[in-house]
């Protein structure tokens, strides 16, 4: 698989596999990526909002394995029926 880190404003030395955009307006921009870097391969959900010319990361969410997932999940789920 080829890498498309240069599609992403991410750290030069991770490897994006693969991306999906959740949105993207002018001022922010959410994406969930394949990552591997490190020594490992994460999934993160990466929350950039642009600044002047370039897009600044706010926040960054970094799922290691598929127990953190299920944990991260089942906690949000917890919250959703109150929206």
Do not use: Q
Request: charge should be negative; hydrophobic fraction near 35%.
């Amino acid at each position: 698989m080829s890498s498309v880190s240069s599609e992403l404003p991410v750290h030069e030395g991770l490897d994006v596999r693969k991306h999906t955009t959740i949105y993207k307006s002018s001022n922010w921009w959410k994406e969930v990526a394949l990552i591997e870097g490190f020594g490992e391969r994460t999934v993160k959900v990466y929350l950039w909002k642009h600044n002047g010319d370039s897009w600044k990361l706010r926040h960054e969410l970094k799922v290691r394995g598929k127990d953190e997932w299920d944990d991260t999940r089942e906690a949000i789920d917890s919250y959703i029926e109150e929206l």
